[in-house]
């Protein structure tokens, strides 16, 4: 299979760990081992006291599938398979798909979602989203008009990167009905589950509602440990869910022993982890909200309702891109273009999951002074 790069690593790739600053990171600052330890109840502890680095079950070891399950409302521990995020997603459509078939998928969206369809011989097709004053606006009518009989897999990510768009209840449940309508596959990568700024807003994770979906959820964004490589797809489809198991023996085979404890720690003890996030990301949405009624000439931004990401409109005569590399070569400051996104290039995507957030933002304004 030829695959073209994925853009978005490939530019984080050239300057994440090179230059001075980040303004784009969708993940959240990582926590220490030392604070997941010190999270760690004596039964956890004595796992972690006790961890052998031997070959672990492919699927993930039952204390982590059972720490996993208690997060879902109907799924139970044997409708689980953990594995890398981006691992969890190439297996999936290679499962699934077939030269030829047709897929719907968001855009903009990460690359992963729609590349690894195409590149194994699927025809994609885009559901794009409206621009409104009140934002990004991703339309299940227009969904509804894309899907066919002929459409095999319908790909979702909310909370979404990058927009930070979330559909409210109503809206969901049209997206399910859709799919069900043709009784398809939905794939909802759900990365950033659970980051919803308005708690009153919470969504339930797709696998609840359908038993013809298969969500995905990890570490890196909602829980902030993004280098511990951790995700896991959910679903009822067991069917999938065990051809999904066998391919991974060609892949990882199994999970490392160290990360199933920790990931295990973590899940237990979510609030440590997902509350604290939500309130750095809320306080540097506010203070981004600022800056750009500052510099209004330059950026339009509205507001986000989930996730930590907002894809923010660039009024400048560079294209996104250029204005990106402008940035990085004379701040410092690394941004992701929305060329990244093959969004057009008129957008950049801003992360708020920073504690330097507001410290990037100065050296930004010097730029823009300058
Ligand atoms: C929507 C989405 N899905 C999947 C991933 C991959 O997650 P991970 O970095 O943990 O592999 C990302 C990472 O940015 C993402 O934004």
Redesign the pocket.
């Known amino acids: 299979m030829h695959i073209k790069p994925f853009k978005?690593e490939r530019y984080f790739a050239k300057y994440e760990f090179s230059t001075k600053y980040l303004i784009s990171s969708?993940?959240c600052d990582g926590y220490s081992l030392d604070y997941i330890l010190a999270c760690a109840n004596s039964t956890e502890r004595e796992l972690w006291d006790n961890l052998k680095f031997s070959y672990t079950d492919s699927t993930g070891s039952d204390f982590l599938r059972e720490a996993i399950k208690n997060h879902y409302l109907s799924i139970n521990s044997d409708e689980i398979a953990v594995m890398?995020?981006?691992?969890a997603?190439f297996i999936l459509m290679n499962v699934l798909l077939k030269n030829g078939d047709e897929v719907v998928c968001m855009s903009p969206?990460?690359q992963?979602?729609y590349q690894v369809a195409e590149s194994l011989g699927a025809k994609v097709k885009f559901w794009l989203p409206q621009e409104t004053s009140d934002g990004f606006y991703f339309d299940p009518d227009i969904l509804n008009e894309l899907v066919s009989e002929k459409t095999k897999l319908i790909i979702v990510?909310f909370p979404?990167?990058?927009t930070g768009f979330v559909p409210n209840v109503t809206d969901l449940q049209k997206i399910v009905e859709i799919a069900e309508k043709y009784n398809i596959v939905l794939f909802s990568?759900e990365?950033?589950h659970k980051i919803i700024h308005d708690p009153n807003f919470q969504l339930p994770a797709i696998c609840d509602m359908y038993e013809n979906a298969v969500s995905?959820w990890?570490?890196?964004?909602s829980f902030g440990l993004?280098g511990?490589?951790?995700?896991w797809l959910a679903t009822k489809r067991k069917d999938i869910l065990n051809e999904i198991v066998a391919f991974k023996d060609y892949l990882s085979i199994c999970n490392n022993a160290a990360g199933e404890v920790l990931t295990t720690i973590a899940l237990n003890h979510s609030e440590c982890f997902i509350d604290p996030n939500i309130k750095k990301i809320l306080k540097n949405k506010a203070i981004f909200a600022d800056f750009v009624e500052e510099n209004s000439d330059l950026l339009d931004f509205y507001n986000t309702r989930a996730g930590s990401?907002a894809f923010v409109k660039l009024k400048s005569n560079l294209k996104s891109y250029e204005y990106c590399e402008n940035l990085v070569n004379n701040s410092g400051i690394m941004m992701i273009p929305s060329e990244m996104f093959d969004y057009g290039s008129s957008h950049i995507r801003i992360g708020f999951g920073r504690e330097n957030f507001s410290e990037v933002l100065s050296v930004w304004e010097a730029f823009i002074r300058e």
């Open positions: 978005l969708s993940d890398s995020p981006g691992e997603n969206a990460y992963s979602l990510n979404h990167n990058p990568d990365m950033y995905l990890g570490m890196a964004k993004a511990m490589r951790f995700g990401t």
